[in-house]
Antibody, heavy 120, light 106 residues
Framework: EVQLVESGGGLVKPGGSLRLSCAAS????????MNWVRQAPGKGLEWVGR??????????DYAEPVKGRFTISRDDSKTTLYLQMNSLETEDTAVYYC???????????WGQGALVTVSS | DIQMTQSPSTLSASVGDRVTITCRAS??????LAWYQQKPGKAPKLLIY???TLESGVPSRFSGSGAGTEFTLTISSLQPDDFATYYC????????FGPGTKVEMK
């Protein structure tokens, strides 16, 4: 059974940093592309970024609003995905989900989400 | 950037009703469109991909159609479990979601 469990969310001041983790199990993590998607309170879904699997070079793509501030990485030995968030802004307040990616495009399995609140 | 719109933003319906949600893309996305269902406090769930292909395990009362810039999600007979928010998503050029359509009880 595929499981994705996010952790690391919390309250942080504007300009601060936070790192989210997504512990994965139940599938071959190293070759699986992974996403981060976020959802501001009461709002819609927004893609944050994606990291490809080992056989595809672990290339990373980011959405424009987070480029230069957020960094996606993975540790295949720990089957864990990370999202390092720097220079946080109040607009980054959201629930952050990690997802698996099927066939390079479909977001098929999702974690339960981690709430990040950016506020002074 | 491809913009996605959905209509209506809220839809009031009763159990047994036929429900249709429309999604439009700002440019052609061929059939590279997915639909997701989200219930309050839960993660989204993939329902349909490639505009009309039903994800495994999704009830057959859900169907999708369209190509190019206009797409529809139809629920043929609304069930109590279907009250939720539905999002379309293009995946031809990275990923963009529509703003969502909330299906609520009339």
């Amino acid at each position: 059974e595929v499981q994705l469990v996010e952790s690391g969310g919390g309250l942080v001041k504007p300009g601060g940093s936070l790192r989210l983790s997504c512990a994965a199990s139940g599938f071959t993590f190293s070759n699986t592309w992974m996403n981060w998607v976020r959802q501001a309170p009461g709002k819609g879904l927004e893609w944050v970024g994606r990291i490809k699997g080992k056989t595809d070079g672990e290339t990373i793509d980011y959405a424009e609003p987070v480029k230069g501030r957020f960094t996606i990485s993975r540790d295949d030995s720990k089957t864990t995905l990370y999202l390092q968030m720097n220079s946080l802004e109040t607009e980054d307040t959201a629930v952050y989900y990690c997802t698996t990616v099927r066939w390079t495009t479909l977001f098929d399995y999702w974690g339960q989400g981690a709430l990040v609140t950016v506020s002074s | 950037d491809i913009q996605m719109t959905q209509s209506p933003s809220t839809l009031s319906a009763s159990v047994g009703d036929r429900v249709t949600i429309t999604c439009r893309a700002s440019q052609s996305i061929n059939s590279w469109l997915a639909w997701y269902q989200q219930k309050p406090g839960k993660a989204p769930k993939l329902l349909i991909y490639k505009a009309s292909t039903l994800e495994s395990g999704v009830p057959s009362r859900f169907s999708g159609s369209g190509a190019g810039t206009e797409f529809t999600l139809t629920i043929s007979s609304l069930q109590p479990d279907d009250f939720a928010t539905y999002y379309c998503q293009q995946y031809t050029n990275y990923f963009n979601f529509g703003p969502g359509t909330k299906v609520e009880m009339k």
